[in-house]
């Protein structure tokens, strides 16, 4: 039974920094890519980013160069550092995992199996 659980969502001004972590369990994720995606009220859900446990990462152009996503193997948790924060970034934040290659469709949601049950990011203007 694969679990993951989010913590760290919270409502910060923009220009304000947001931290999500994201701790898996239940199987051995080091082939496994983890990722972050976000759905904002009446849009779809869309990719955030991504990382594999050799340290390869993908983003969105939307949050290149504001946010980080890192990813602790021994503990199988990735994180999500969240710099320069905009009003665009509210979202419910989304972890999810599967055996996604760097060739495969990382950004398609229906490429990931197993996913979490969302934390709120609010950002004020």
């Known amino acids: 039974q694969v679990q993951l659980v989010e913590s760290g969502g919270g409502l910060v001004q923009a220009g304000g920094s947001l931290s999500l972590s994201c701790a898996a369990s239940?199987?051995?994720?080091?082939?496994?890519?983890l990722g972050w995606f976000r759905q904002a009220p009446g849009k779809e859900r869309e990719f955030v980013a991504a990382r594999w446990s050799a340290g390869n990462t993908r983003y969105a152009d939307s949050v290149k160069g504001r946010f980080t996503i890192s990813r602790d193997n021994a503990k199988n948790t990735v994180y999500l550092q969240m710099n320069s924060l905009r009003p665009e970034d509210t979202a419910v934040y989304y972890c999810?995992?599967?055996?996604?290659?760097?060739?495969?469709?990382?950004?398609?949601?229906?490429?990931?199996?197993?996913w979490g049950q969302g934390t709120q990011v609010s950002v004020s203007s």
């Open positions: 239940g199987r051995a994720f080091s082939t496994y890519v």
């Open positions: 999810a995992t599967d055996r996604v290659p760097l060739y495969g469709s990382w950004m398609v949601t229906s490429s990931y199996s197993y």
